[in-house]
């Protein structure tokens, strides 16, 4: 019986670390969802499907509606770069709350497209999407590490440094 107890207490604190409250994480790294603005055409900014959400790709504007633009490697460089990523992901994460009302609903971060807005030699997509990539893991914990793929991109509508869209799981 005793060992029983232990196991569950194990198991409880186990579950517990991988658990997070994702809207108590926004508190603690002093982030403030903006408003979600209107989509920039004929389209929605998300589409549930079941347990499903499929997030339109969204861009790195300020709370001004202000985006983060040009080309990094070029007239960005890879640490404004991430921080373009990290505001993507602060208005995709925008987006969720206004659709599900509490971001403890995310059930997991399911697929992250990232898209970089860079020259055809630039190499470091890949640390770029970090800047969102990390943020999901920093707000949802174990729940927030996702597939993902990153991209360069000739160009971005409004000429935006970085575009992601992503697929999230809900309850």
């Known amino acids: 019986m005793m060992m029983k107890m232990f196991f569950g207490l194990f198991l409880l604190l186990t579950y517990s670390s991988y658990a997070q409250n994702a809207e108590e994480q926004l508190k603690k790294l002093n982030i403030e969802l903006p408003s979600v603005g209107k989509p920039i055409a004929n389209y929605v900014n998300v589409v549930r499907v079941g347990n499903l959400l499929f997030l339109s790709g969204k861009g790195p504007s300020n709370e001004k509606g202000v985006y983060t633009t040009g080309k990094v490697g070029k007239d960005l460089t890879l640490e404004e770069g991430i921080a373009a990523a990290r505001l ?80 999230v799981e809900v309850e």
């Not at 497209?113 to 174990?142: Q, R, T, W, Y």
């Open 88 to 167: 993507t992901a602060i208005n995709q994460l925008a987006v969720l709350k206004a659709e599900l009302g509490d971001l403890n609903k995310v059930k997991r971060i399911v697929k992250v497209l990232g898209m970089v807005n860079c020259e055809a030699d630039f190499k470091d997509h890949p640390k770029v999407i970090n800047g969102f990539s990390d943020l999901m893991v920093l707000v949802f914990g174990e729940k927030g590490k996702h597939a993902r793929s990153a991209v360069g991109m000739c160009s971005l509508p409004m000429n935006m440094a970085v575009e992601v869209e992503l697929v």
